[in-house]
Every structure is written in structure tokens, then in C-alpha cells.
């Protein structure tokens, strides 16, 4: 299916684990990794090189001088051709390949990759020549998609766990927390979160540890704030009841976690792109 909107918005989450993305009339999600190999003579005699991304690249494994790695590590682009191939794939699974030139493409980026802003979006201009590049603080689109404006966001991603408060919308302050579904999982056993269950120690140790960042985080905030968990790996089976118990509060979990940043981002980029413009929403330089 192609959209036929002129002035379609493209939201573009793509994380250390998964790609979430988000148009008009439809979302797609896939791994972030890309994987290279060179066909043997038995399938094409001038041995030429393939590539595949998502879940086919992860099939690509059973072969043995495969080149499999990730698009994006720590929500940061690890590899440009890996990267690129991934936002490209994010376009053509939504069906827009062909009418991303008259598109804005928001893109999600950790708090603490303020520096990659610019290297990012120029990326994307390069690659996809949307008509608008946004990248913007990846946790704001939990906000939006609560129809919240102020809040302290927990999103717990593969990569990275991210604590950060917003003020009317505006950026507070952020932490980035190594320990998220890396921690939990072995390798590539996340992809299949469905069947696999983290060991009951790892989570232990992980609501531990988030709770002890939340308390010192919380420490250094002028008030206190609501608190909304996002991310997929706030769907891990019972980890949002056990760190309600730990911190002895009710957290507000998102209403779709692993789509809740696309979904905001998407949201912030209809707005931007409409000519009422941004509506009080300050974009980062
Ligand atoms: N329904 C679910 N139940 C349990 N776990 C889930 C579910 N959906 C996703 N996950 C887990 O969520 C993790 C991915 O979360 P998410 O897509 O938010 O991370 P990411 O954005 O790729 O990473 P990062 O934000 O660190 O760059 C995976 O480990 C996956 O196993
Ligand atoms: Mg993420």
C-alpha cells in the first residue's frame, strides 16, 4: 500500500533492539539489525555480496560467514550502511518509500545524544531527502502520547534504561541508565520475549537498580512528577509490580510502551508540519 498524503509525517524510533515506526495510516516494527554475506558459486556465479535487515537478517545467522550486527547501539547510530539500510526499510514497510521526498521525518534521540543531533538528522536528509528532518529527545514521545505535558519518563529500552522530566514539555534534566533488556537477556534471546522470561535474579537486580537511580534522580528535581514507564521492556512480566512495591508508588504505565515514543514523535511532527505550527512545544535548536 503507497499513502497518498502529500504531507505525510513519518516517525522513526529506531532503537538499540527494535525499529518502531509510525505514519498516517499504519506502524511496523522490526529488529535493528543488518546482516552481509557473499553468495556462494552454488547460488550466483559472480558470488555477489547481499544484505538483508530485521528479522531477515537475523535468519541470515545460519550462515556461517554472515556479518550480523546491530544498526544502533545505545539508541546511537553504530554503523552508517546498517543504519541507513534500517531507516530505509522503516519507509518501506510503512509504504512510503516513494512519497518520503514531501514528508517530515521525526527521529527519536537518547537525552544524552544531544551531540549526535545534527550528524543524525544530516543522515537521514542524505539518505531519505525528506522535505523536513526533526530529531528530537526520544522520551518526549511518551508525553505526547499520554496527552501529558509534565512528567518524569522511564523508558526502558534494550540498550539503555532513560530517566527524564519534563517541564511543559520542556527538557528538565536526563539519566541514562546502562542497564535495560541487554541486562536481562543473553544475545539475541530477546527477540523472542514472547517465550523467554528473564532469569528471576537479573530482574531482581534490575529493579534494584532502577530504583535506585529513580530515588537519586528524583533528589535533584525542584518538584515531584508523575511517573510514566515506557519502552518495551516495561512489559516484562512483572517487572512495573515489582518496582511499585519497591518504591512504594503507583507508576502510570503507558498505554502502547513499545510504541509510545513513535507515537509522540509522529504526533509532535503532524503538528510541526501543520501550519498552525508547534503549539508551546520548544524544538531543541
Ligand atoms: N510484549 C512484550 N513483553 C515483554 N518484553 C517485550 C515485549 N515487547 C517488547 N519487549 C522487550 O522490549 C525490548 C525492546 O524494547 P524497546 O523496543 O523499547 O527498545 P529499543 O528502543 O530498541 O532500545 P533503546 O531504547 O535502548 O535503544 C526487547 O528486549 C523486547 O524483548
Ligand atoms: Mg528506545
Redesign the pocket.
Known amino acids: 500500500m503507497s499513502i497518498q498524503n502529500q504531507d505525510e509525517t513519518v516517525a522513526i524510533?529506531a532503537?538499540?533492539?527494535?525499529?518502531?515506526c509510525v505514519c498516517s495510516h499504519m506502524r511496523a516494527?522490526f529488529p535493528?539489525v543488518y546482516a552481509t554475506r557473499r553468495m556462494s558459486r552454488w547460488e550466483d556465479p559472480k558470488e555477489g555480496i547481499v544484505e538483508a535487515v530485521g528479522y531477515e537478517a537475523v535468519r541470515m545467522r545460519v550462515y556461517p560467514d554472515a556479518v550480523v550486527v546491530r544498526a544502533?547501539l545505545?539508541?546511537r547510530v553504530a554503523e552508517e550502511r546498517a543504519f541507513v539500510a534500517i531507516i530505509r526499510e522503516a519507509a518501506r514497510q510503512l509504504g512510503c518509500s516513494d512519497q518520503i521526498g514531501s514528508a517530515t521525518v521525526v527521529m527519536g534521540l537518547?537525552y544524552g545524544a544531544a551531540e549526535h543531533k545534527q550528524a543524525l538528522e544530516k543522515i537521514v536528509e542524505r539518505n531519505l531527502k525528506p522535505s523536513r528532518v526533526i530529531a528530537i529527545p526520544?522520551s518526549i514521545g511518551t508525553l505526547l502520547s499520554e496527552d501529558a505535558r509534565t512528567g518524569l519518563v522511564i523508558?526502558?529500552?534494550?540498550?539503555?534504561?532513560?530517566l527524564m522530566a519534563f517541564d511543559d514539555l520542556k527538557p528538565v534534566t536526563g539519566l541514562s541508565m546502562p542497564q535495560?533488556?541487554?541486562y536481562?537477556?543473553d544475545g539475541l534471546e530477546?527477540?523472542?520475549?514472547?517465550r523467554r522470561k528473564p532469569e528471576k535474579r537479573r530482574l531482581d537486580n534490575f529493579v534494584a537498580l532502577l530504583a535506585n537511580h529513580l530515588a537519586e534522580f528524583e533528589s535533584k528535581l525542584a518538584h515531584p512528577y508523575e511517573v510514566y514507564l515506557?519502552?518495551?521492556?516495561a512489559?516484562?512480566?512483572g517487572l512495573c509490580k515489582q518496582l511499585e512495591t519497591k518504591i512504594q508508588r503507583t507508576l502510570h504505565m503507558a498505554k502502547d510502551?513499545?510504541y509510545s515514543?513513535a507515537l509522540g514523535l509522529y504526533k509532535l511532527g503532524t503538528v510541526v508540519s501543520s501550519s498552525e505550527g508547534p503549539k508551546g512545544i520548544s524544538l531543541p535548536p
Open positions: 524510533d532503537g538499540t533492539g527494535f525499529v518502531k516494527t535493528s544502533v545505545e539508541g537518547p526520544q523508558s526502558i529500552g534494550q540498550g539503555t534504561t532513560e535495560a533488556c541487554d536481562l537477556y530477546y527477540l523472542e520475549y514472547e515506557s519502552g518495551g521492556g512489559l516484562i512480566e510502551p513499545v515514543n
